[in-house]
């Protein structure tokens, strides 16, 4: 029996596409411990446990359950202490939290605006009008409308990456010769893309291509299976 079980956000053609639950994953398997998975769609989300959940990841380890991919991430930090670190200490725990929120408001948004039709198109067909609109509302278009134009707009993403960029062309992983949770908090963009569009944020060549190759070599290439775009 697996020690850990993960509501995961499916799409299409078993799509395991969520950016957060795929935080989730790989900080799971560097903690030494298994898991199984729960797919759940969007509209599916509200059937877990007692209905309290509006989004995914969602754990239950033994009889305790942990929502958020931050808050999980603590939580298995805290509860397997003698495990691989995520953090690498206190203080590689503090900068990982500046790490999250410049990706979370700098970064993940602005990938978002150049794969949105994609995601639509490859949900399964009972999330697709939550997902319409949803999205909406938050962006006050079509999402078609807000993925237009997004060949002019990937020069500056990938401008925006630099410090990333430059920090791994002299070394392997955000954590330095290892990953730790900084890492699997970026790769998770970067695995929800490509999980759900053709389209290119990063491209060969890239530091920042060759570490996500290395990301999807570890914990047995776990973020290499299923359905999605060739890297």
């Known amino acids: 029996m697996a020690d850990i079980v993960l509501y995961d956000l499916v799409g299409a053609d078993d799509r395991r596409f969520s950016t ?58 805290n509860a397997y202490p ?47 009008e939550y997902f319409q609109t949803s999205r ?31 920090l791994l062309d002299n070394q392997d992983f955000l954590g330095g010769a290892d990953p730790l949770y900084a890492d699997y908090l970026v790769m998770g963009t970067f695995i929800w893309a490509r999980k759900m569009s053709p389209f290119a944020l990063v491209e060969p060549g890239d530091p920042v291509h060759d570490w996500m190759n290395r990301c999807l070599d570890l914990h047995g290439g776990m973020a290499r299976a299923g359905a999605g775009f060739d890297w």
């Open 136 to 166: 909406f509302k938050r962006f006050n278009r079509p999402i078609a409308e807000v993925q237009a134009g997004r060949e002019d707009r990937i020069v500056e993403f990938r401008d925006r990456i630099e410090p990333l960029r430059r």
């Open 20 to 77: 957060h639950c795929w935080r989730v994953r790989p900080a799971i398997a560097h903690k030494g411990l298994s898991f199984e998975t729960v797919p759940v769609p969007f509209t599916g989300i509200r059937g877990i446990r007692d209905g309290s959940y509006s989004t995914v990841p969602v754990i239950v380890d033994g009889g305790t359950w942990v929502h958020d991919s931050w808050t999980i991430a603590e939580y298995l930090e």
């Open 82 to 128: 003698d495990a691989p670190s995520l953090f690498g200490g206190a203080g590689g725990w503090a900068l990982t939290g500046f790490v999250r929120h410049w990706w979370q408001s700098r970064m993940h948004p602005f990938a978002m605006t150049m794969i949105l039709k994609d995601i639509f198109d490859h949900l399964l067909l009972e999330d697709r």
